[in-house]
């Protein structure tokens, strides 16, 4: 087989830091293929023939896309092309690790996010430690759907430097590899930099279920309640998003809680309730797959109305008090549970002994209900607000689990708590009335306590039931006519002359940067924008016909000569626009306004952003 080489670099990493890069390409393709869910390694053994003979037996072997690792083992062993090769199944083994100046096959078999588009497929790689190269071939197991690998084999190689790729000659033109140069290459070029993913907070993800049988739940109760739910969404939140990502949190609690069971050996299944439900997908999932549930929140969705009365829901708002312990519930779910984030732990410890939680952390907050304050300089705000959370479930008695979901979103770290590091007829109260002393403004001495009227964070103040709209929209006009005037005259005292198409010559106006501004405007009305999320650049962006806000400085919009730009889901069209007479150019501008009275056509792009 001849390879032709379609993209290199020269790098000052050495071999150990390609086989680090090699190693998370291997066993975790789908943070990168995100066709891929997840990718379960079969067998990995050492190997003494050619790699002709390897693409040869790919080609001729009629797979099974149901084989496990016993099956596909005796399968490889009883074939004649393998006996000269090491049965021993390495497939624990980091590919760091394997051992230097020798040949192996890893198999892995890679599962789709969408099954009905995509196949199982069998990707079976040789691994040549001794010149630092692998070699990838895929097997898909359907001629009907697509593969969820290249259709071509591929070689990735470290050699005198450089990092090359390259492909199998008679596929030296196919268009795919633009995915391979722009996605594939620069991330393996990062993850040999990376001197910190050995230092990450949890690496991996799906640590603790089986990923096959995760990848199988998961395409069921897509099916089940994907597209049905996609297609009733009332909310404003974006369903493909917030959909698939409740089924994938549901399927994840659904093996936890089996494997629970199998290991409690109990039939009865796991009740939970939901802190912070939210839209209330979750509880309505994990309802309806025999769990008995409640979700409560301070406000109630309109999609909550579509539920059946299966789908427990309730409106009220929790304050940490002797008020809000559940000695009957097996497992509480924090899932982006905001201000009650750091509480979980808290009501799980104190509502009974045999009390667990599930817990997705999203926003920081404090016991006291306080944006959290990052106290490690090294660490991103999130990465510290993790081992804050790891260190309160600690000190609740918890024996702390931690893992990484995957879901469509960047807080995807887990807290399960299910055992505890102390006995029954031990008291907990001291310790947790520590941790939640040391982060409040104010201790609370009856915290001990179960009185009813106490509170046990004085400071607490849940969130506001009424959500108040924050996008600059609700205060006062003067005060937004008068900082539109402040900006427009200070933009007014450059000059910029452009000449128009009619003929006639305008005032463009100069650029400012946001900070300048800043300067400029009271400081009153700053404060009054603060409150309204977002402040002075979410007031310009909203006066889009009269600026344009870019890269952290403003100028005038030059009606009629630039594109709007709007964003409209799955739709283009070709749009004519009528000039308002009164607009705000021609009432306030020195040179009034730079349109006729004729209708001006122009494109109006309609962006979709997913």
């Known amino acids: 087989m001849e390879f ?36 379960s390694r079969l067998i990995t053994f050492e190997y003494k023939n050619t790699e002709t003979e390897l693409f040869n037996w790919i080609n001729e072997s009629e797979f099974n896309s149901l084989f496990e690792i016993s099956e596909i083992e005796n399968y490889i062993f009883s074939l004649k092309h393998f006996h000269n090769s090491c049965k021993t199944n390495l497939n624990q083994s ?7 100046n020798k040949k192996f096959i890893n198999i892995s078999k890679l599962l789709p996010r ?82 910190e993913m050995k230092n990450s907070f949890i690496n991996g993800s799906l640590n ?70 939210g839209n209330g997908l979750l509880v309505h999932i994990l309802s309806s797959e025999g769990h008995k549930g409640l979700g409560i929140d301070l406000r109630e969705r309109k999609i909550w109305h579509l539920f059946p009365e299966s789908t427990c829901l309730e409106v009220r708002t929790i304050i940490p008090s002797s008020k809000s312990l559940f000695p009957d519930v097996d497992w509480l779910i924090g899932n982006h549970s905001d201000e009650l984030t750091p509480w979980i732990p808290v009501i799980a410890a104190r509502s009974s002994y045999k009390c667990r939680f599930f817990l997705l952390p999203c926003c920081a907050y404090e016991f006291d209900g306080r944006k959290y304050q990052r106290e490690t300089a090294s660490r991103s705000q999130y990465l510290d607000y993790m081992y804050y959370i790891k260190k309160i479930c600690e000190e609740c008695g918890f024996v702390i689990q931690i893992d990484k979901l995957r879901i469509p979103s960047t807080k995807r770290t887990c807290f399960i708590g299910k055992k505890r590091i102390y006995s029954q007829d031990i ?63 200070q933009l007014l005292s450059k000059t910029r002359i452009i000449s128009l198409t009619n003929n006639k010559t305008w005032n463009a106006g100069g650029q400012v940067e946001l900070n300048q501004l800043a300067t ?53 069209t070709l749009t004519k626009i009528r000039k308002e007479k009164n607009c705000w150019f021609h009432e306030n501008h020195p040179d009034g306004c730079p349109l006729t009275d004729e209708i001006i056509e122009f494109h109006l792009d309609l962006l979709y952003q997913p």
Request: proline share 3%; hydrophobic share 35%; net charge neutral.
């Open 4 to 39: 032709e080489v379609i993209i290199s670099k020269q790098c000052d990493e050495d071999a150990t830091q390609f086989w680090q890069s090699i190693d998370i390409w291997l066993n975790k393709p789908h943070v990168i293929n995100r066709r891929i869910l997840v990718s």
């Open 208 to 277: 603790l279920v089986s990923n096959n049988r995760y990848a199988t739940l998961y395409n069921q109760l897509k099916e089940k309640y994907g597209a049905e739910i996609v297609k009733i969404w009332p909310e404003n939140t974006d369903p493909l998003k917030f959909v698939y990502e409740d089924i994938a949190i549901a399927t994840y609690l659904l093996i936890i809680w089996e494997d629970e069971r199998d290991e409690l050996n109990i039939k009865d299944k796991q009740t939970f309730l939901d802190l912070g439900c």
């Open 427 to 489: 008291d907990r109260e001291n310790e947790i009335k520590k941790i939640i002393d040391e982060r409040s403004l104010q201790k609370n001495d009856n915290f001990s306590s179960f009185d009813e009227n106490k509170q046990w964070s004085i400071d607490f103040k849940p969130r506001e039931i009424n959500e108040k709209v924050r996008n600059c929209t609700q205060i006062d006009k003067n005060l937004i006519n008068d900082i539109v005037n402040i900006v427009s005259n």
């Open 114 to 195: 969408n099954s009905e588009i995509f196949a199982p497929t069998l990707e079976v790689t040789l691994v040549d430690r001794e010149i630092n190269r692998i070699t990838s071939f895929y097997k898909c197991f359907s001629n009907e759907k697509q593969t969820l690998g290249f259709q071509y084999p591929y070689r990735i190689c470290y050699e005198n430097n450089q990092i090359i790729i390259s492909v199998e000659k008679k596929y030296e033109n196919n268009f795919n590899f633009d995915w391979i140069k722009k996605q594939l290459f620069p991330r393996l070029i990062k993850w040999m930099n990376d001197s």
């Open 520 to 572: 400029i405007i009271p400081e009153m009305s700053l404060k009054s924008l603060k409150n309204e999320c977002g402040g002075l650049q979410t007031l310009l962006k909203n006066k889009s016909h009269i600026f344009c806000v870019e890269s952290g400085k403003v100028r005038f919009r030059i009606p009629g000569t630039e594109i709007m730009r709007k964003r409209k889901k799955n739709k283009k």
């Open 94 to 100: 980091s590919f760091i690790n394997l051992e230097n």
